[in-house]
């Protein structure tokens, strides 16, 4: 196996891994009926509908496919402007819960991790 092909076989899994814990989190506090506190409602959804596109990020990536880095990194993106919009209500006073603070740099933080690999790869294929 060629050096990079381990990192994105790894990154593949982790993103994989982390769209399935998504969709299950993101389900029970939408459709579970918890009370989740101060969620803010369009973080929840984006994230919820995310976890699909990061299992289908993960399989293309695992399948080495040309579309796979584009949509690892489109991820990536709307993740940081979600992010942001989310900083902005924030500070307009919004309430919400701290743990959605971590959350949100969490997820931007491994889709950055995710891009890179998956951006290094396809350079090196190219």
């Given amino acids: 196996m060629p050096a990079l092909r381990k990192p994105l ?4 899994v982790v993103a994989i891994v982390f769209g399935l ?12 009926g918890a009370d989740m506190g101060a969620v803010v409602p369009f973080v929840l959804w984006f994230n919820f509908l995310a976890g699909f596109a990061y299992i289908i990020a993960g ?5 080495r496919t040309g579309w796979a880095p584009g949509l690892a990194i489109a991820i990536t993106l709307a993740t940081g402007a979600i992010f942001a919009v989310f ?8 309430a919400y ?14 889709w950055v ?5 998956a951006a290094r ?3 090196s294929r190219a």
């Fill in 21 to 32: 814990l998504t969709i299950v989190s993101g389900g029970r506090a939408l459709f579970g």
């Fill in 87 to 94: 900083l902005l209500e924030v500070w307009r006073g919004t």
């Fill in 97 to 110: 819960e701290a743990r959605t603070m971590g959350a949100m740099a969490l997820r931007l933080a491994i």
């Fill in 121 to 123: 790869e396809n350079a």
């Fill in 59 to 63: 399989l293309g990536l695992w399948f």
């Fill in 113 to 117: 991790v995710i891009s890179v690999v």
């Fill in 9 to 12: 076989t790894a990154v593949a």
